[in-house]
């Protein structure tokens, strides 16, 4: 799908990935609809880009549940981009309830519920794009990132199913795999000292590299995955091998579908 007068929304989008991600789109000539909890930023971002601000706390069920409703009555979303993401670094156990709650629902629940929202709409109208910014965290788990890692493995999960939903049909799926990016919280998660061990050994394995990656590069790669329609976007190169191991079954599946009526109940 062509970015040039599609209107994207980017969640997540008032600092880290998710401003560069909106600039990145905006760059290739979308409208920018942005969503974000800090209104002030978010005000600031949109006016930057030219596009709409929508402040959503999307811990807030209510709130997430009438978001697609308030961005399409100022024109329909022709790509989302489910970029909001929060951690919770440390053992799982020492976690309340309240943070496996928050974290799922922003994590995991908010994206398949603005996924099942925005659907219908595309599907009516002829066109459509999906993005999940899913993480290596859904690929290879470690101390500290539990709770993260499981939501993120969701995420990917839930992306290849309704990808096989979407077969032969005009809205199209990205599901972004990366490894650390030059944000907030990655210095977050390297904080607690089992994890950034773990990362450690995996840079010494080179099961992912040593420099963070460049958020820039992270999202115009996700703005040219949209343009080109592909399925995944991974990085660093260092963690294909592992994130195609985690695929495969879920390619198998695909193949399995082919020919299947899915439109006859």
């Known amino acids: 799908m062509q970015l040039r007068n599609a209107r994207v929304l980017v969640t997540g989008a008032s600092r880290g990935l998710g401003k560069n991600i909106a600039a990145a ?12 909890r800090n209104g002030d930023q978010l005000e600031s971002l949109a006016k930057e ?13 209510a709130a997430v549940e009438s978001l697609i409703e308030r961005v399409e009555a100022d024109g329909p979303v022709d790509v989302l981009i489910n970029n909001a993401g929060i951690d919770r670094v440390g053992r799982f156990y020492e976690s309340s309830s309240q943070d496996v709650r928050d974290l799922l629902q922003v994590n995991l629940i908010a ?11 595309m599907l009516q109208r002829g066109r459509g794009h999906i993005v999940n910014v899913s993480s290596m965290g859904a690929i290879s788990t470690g101390p500290g990132v539990t ?5 993120k493995a969701g995420l990917s999960h839930f992306t290849a199913g309704i990808r096989s939903e979407l077969r032969e049909k005009p ?27 773990t990362i450690e050994r995996a840079i010494k394995w080179k099961m992912t590299s040593a420099e963070p ?8 790669a996700i703005a040219q995955a949209i343009e080109n329609n592909r399925k995944h976007v991974i990085l660093p190169k260092s963690i294909k ?5 985690t695929e495969f079954p879920r390619r198998v599946s695909e193949l399995m579908l ?6 006859t109940d």
Request: hydrophobic share 45%; aromatic share 4%.
């Open 111 to 121: 994206p398949m519920e603005l996924c099942r929202q925005v659907m219908p709409g």
């Open 213 to 220: 990656l460049d958020a820039d590069m992270v999202a115009e």
């Open 147 to 151: 709770l993260y890692g499981a939501s």
């Open 49 to 61: 880009l030219g596009g709409k601000a929508y402040p959503t706390d999307l811990m807030d069920p």
């Open 258 to 263: 082919t020919g299947i009526d899915q439109d």
């Open 241 to 245: 091998v592992m994130a195609n191991f």
């Open 171 to 197: 809205v199209n799926t990205t599901l972004v795999q990366i490894g650390e990016v030059k944000t907030d919280m990655i210095d977050n998660i390297r904080a607690f000292g089992p994890a950034r061990r």
């Open 25 to 36: 789109v905006a760059r290739h000539g979308a409208d920018v609809a942005v969503v974000a």
